[in-house]
């Protein structure tokens, strides 16, 4: 996101590029950010856990908590799955559960570029604090959180009920390419936007 901070002036949106957020949220976030969005009010597309699961393995979510439509927190619960009939996460060896209907933070934001400044900030001290640590991952979510907790900015929460799709798994793919033919298929999208 900082490196494209010389070139956005405006307010913009950020995703995952090997996702598939669905029609309906980019309309939801376009409307948004060319009407709601100011230096201090930010966005969140989220999405209802049970349509972000994959059948395949075990997922991780940024799980959050919202007040009046507000975003409170995320907070990235690990290894999410059905465990005896139970959708639950991991804490260390204990399944603690989850409602299905939990909304899931899946990186769709929008942001005013006002939020450049604390990133950069924020990035600096990582680099620092994490120097020889190759692994070691900068989230969004950290410095969303870092925002909301210093009253510096709030963040609507926009719920969408599109089906998320991803990769995880490599046994995932069939089931994506399905989905995206029936979407073809649906008029969706336009059939030359995609090579068959």
Same mark, same amino acid.
């Given at each position: ?100 209907? &939990? $909304?899931?933070?899946? !990186? ?8 450049? /400044? ?5 990035? =600096? *001290? ?29 963040? &609507? $929460?926009?719920?969408? !009920? ?8 490599? /046994? ?5 390419? =399905? *989905? ?17």
């Amino acid at each position: 996101m900082l490196v494209a901070a010389t070139a956005v002036n405006e307010p913009f949106a950020v995703i995952n590029a090997d996702d598939y957020y669905g029609y309906d949220a980019f309309q939801t976030i376009y409307r948004f950010l060319t009407q709601d969005c100011t230096p201090t009010h930010h966005t969140m597309v989220g999405y209802i856990l049970k349509n972000t699961l994959s059948d395949h393995g075990t997922v991780n979510r940024g799980v959050t908590v919202t007040a009046d439509g507000y975003l409170e927190s995320v907070t990235e619960r690990l290894k999410i799955a059905r465990r005896e009939g139970e959708l639950s996460y991991l804490e260390g060896d204990t399944a603690c559960p989850l409602s299905e209907d &939990s $909304v899931v933070s899946m !990186n769709f934001w929008g942001f005013h570029p006002a939020i450049f /400044e604390t990133t950069r900030q924020m990035f =600096e *001290a990582f680099v620092h604090e994490t120097k020889g640590q190759p692994k070691a991952e900068f989230l969004i979510p950290e410095v969303v959180d870092e925002l909301i907790q210093a009253g510096k900015a709030q963040f &609507s $929460v926009l719920t969408s !009920n599109d089906r998320w799709y991803g990769v995880t798994y490599q /046994e995932d793919k069939p089931m994506v390419v =399905e *989905a995206f033919h029936a979407l073809l298929e649906q008029g969706v999208y336009p059939r030359e936007l995609w090579a068959e």
